[in-house]
């Protein structure tokens, strides 16, 4: 994607969406962005254009066909090949029309009340049951993004907000200035909390690379630049900026770095461990439970089951699912366990009566101890415990085959996300016994090859499953008779491209065009498909 600043403020936008359309039940034939329009930094989207890349077509604008009320003939001969822009800010079901124009909406400036307005522009393409590409190129002008202050002119521009619901698996784009524009008198900055990074070029534009772009993710840029005297930005605003926007941003980006300090270290913690219980256990697939059992046993084990639960219980304080409590308990505790031995120490030292202190000092001693043993260290927030009882409900029904007995349908992908949590809850065995149940094929080594992908949990448990019904033993040196190419090394590649990503993301950025999260919103595109 590129963004154009214009010398008037205003955005030229081109977006090029490739699709991965997996098959359905039903085809897809229409792909949608939705945007919200703010008076105070986004007023209006016009000189829209639509062109199918792949095939070379250039879309024709139409109004709003929904995809459901016609077949596969009635919606190529009638809908595909045609893009709209509606309103729907009442409902996305239902979508008035709307017009660049007339239905912009007056500029404000920022911090008065803002009137909103969302919108949708979509374009229908043939009905398409899969596809591997489909290179869309949107292009578009967004009006009244800037605003100029007495010494810069600054804006926002949020491609993707939070509320998108589409992941991408890359995301790249460049932000470009206009031609008086240069390094040495803008900034630029890119807030997005998943992996990324940033490059000023020659001419001050920002590039940006975004990986593993997660539904729910936004991406958003920040720039200033020095305001030029032939500035034709139409929203002004009485002020000096520069320096207020520099402070925001350098301290959004330490607290961003301390953000990601703290996680990559619970990263790496847990990494670490379930690396040694790996090694520990021989096999790249296991449960909590197993990964207990082989580490009580090892010297060293317990420090990295001290280590994971703590980051675990870092991750349960990020989601504010737990509080500490129990502190005035155990410093009670610790109080009677004190004077349990000074009491001893009377007894014996002073008084001379070894009985009262068995009979007195050493019980007190033993209740204290055993009150500081079992009272709660973290309890459950209200929020904690909704996500308690959503992973309760999730346990239950897993453990209850019969709810996936009917999908008729053997979905690896899905079946891996469920194994993931089973193998959090212990039950993975379980479950693998009763998936073999339904699907009988898992239990041929050589059909799982073909049939599962060889980097999920299915395929190793159903590896370990066949390899322990013959007998054998499944440890590291089992992995050469694999598939040509094997899975084993790619996903060893694969783990260590996460901790070069937990490290890198972990570095300070820099704050004058550095990545980092942050809290801002604008009038952000929201993808998705029908």
Known sequence: MRAQMLDNGDLRITQTFDYRLESRGTPWRQMFQQYTLSSDRLTTISDISVTDLTTGRTYTQDTVHSPGSYGDVGWDSTCAGRWYIADITQSESHPDPFDSELDALTATAVGEPAQTKDVEIGWNIPSTRSAKSMRIELAMTWHGVATAYDDVVALEWEPFSALNSTPAARVTGTFAFPKDISESNSWAWLHTGAASETTRLDDGSLQFTVTDLPGGEYINVVVMAERQPTSAVSREQAGRMKQRILEQERREARIASNARQREARGRLVIGLALLRASERIGLPVFDFGQMQAALKDWRQGYAWLRGFEDACNAEYQALHATVPVGVG?????????????????????????IALALVISLPLLFAATFAVAISPRQAFTAQGEAYADQVGGLMRYMEDFSEFGDRGVFDTVLWGRYMVYAAAFGISDKLMEQMERAYPQLADPEWANVHTSNDSLVY?????????????????HGMHGMHAGGSFGSMVSNSFSSVGSTIRGAMPQSSSSGGHSGSRRSGGGRGGAR
């Open 329 to 353: 308990a155990r410093m009670l505790g610790g109080a009677a366990m004190i004077a349990s031995w000074l009491t001893a120490f009377i007894y014996t030292a002073a008084v001379g009566q």
């Open 460 to 476: 190793w448990s159903a590896r370990r499953r066949a390899t322990r019904a013959r007998g054998g033993a499944f440890g590291m």
